[in-house]
DNA sequence: ATAGACCTTAGAGCATACTCTAAGGCAACC
DNA sequence: GGTTGCCTTAGAGTATGCTCTAAGGTCTAT
């Protein structure tokens, strides 16, 4: 019933080493030793392996994920601490989406400016600029000469 | 008229050592040196730099950053080459911010439990199953004895 | 009983992106 | 001319998260 770290890995689609690492860095304490001292995963393992993935993959560090999982293992007297957690966590990801979406829209208006037809004529009149800035300034001018 | 690298540090929120390293790394090539040899930025390259800062914020990498910087050092005729470049970005960043929207969601849904008024018998029931996992496969239980 | 595929650990190595230190040059003011 | 504050470089150090190697134990089938 229980799973090879290598058919856990295939599962969640990470590598056998990063589930030692992982096992190693305290984020994995649930995952039992059978008589050989092999790690086997359960299916409950599994599940809040899924859990420890979601909060890497939305950005969260090792450090605050083993945080989380500590309150796990001390049980549902932790609850509200793991709420206060998630509840911080899902904020700071909401913010960091928020700013590469800004981010992104001054990329989209670069790519739109590449993608006017007359974007070479465009891209050569800034380039101008840039360079008549290093002239009024008296600086040498990487710009020179570039069409 | 150029700022000193201390000030196109504040203007830009970057400290004077990531500056530096990114002059090392290729980033800034068309930053030029006064006659002291001290980097001189102009308004023009303010305004690349701001470009490479929108592209390191949505997570571009330095060697690919510079490969764009490389392109506009070239001119407009790699214009299209900028546009492949920014348009493959586009689609990574987008797909990356999906991947991360629906990460978030699982955590809400986590989230929802624990703000559940029953969270801590909720709580105590996943863990009561998690337990009988090990149980059942005749492994040591981390879980025994946690309410 | 031996080959092969699996597992274990400790610890080294690597990639990325800074971050800082050391040693020293330049420029302005007293 | 000395102090102060800015600038320069090379290169070392740090943080994070893997990724891999070496040495060795276990299990299964032939």
Redesign the interface.
Known sequence: ??YSIKAAAARCGLSEYTLRYYDKAGLL??????ASGYR?F????M??L??I???K???MRIDDIRTYIQYV?????T?AE??AL??K??EA??AK?R???E??K???Y??AL??DPQ???L??RE?A???Q??Q??N?????AG??
Chains 1, 2 share one sequence.
């Not at 304490?29 to 059978?34: I, K, S, T, Y």
């Open positions: 019933m229980p304490p649930f995952v039992a030793r059978d086997a359960t299916d409950g393992d599940a809040l899924h859990t993935i979601c909060l993959n939305t950005g293992m001390a049980g549902s007297s609850v793991r709420r998630l509840q966590h899902r990801v909401a989406q700013a590469i979406a981010n992104l001054e990329i989209d670069k790519l590449y993608e974007a070479a004529q891209v050569a380039l600029a840039a360079s800035d290093k009024a300034a600086l040498p001018d990487a710009f570039i069409h």
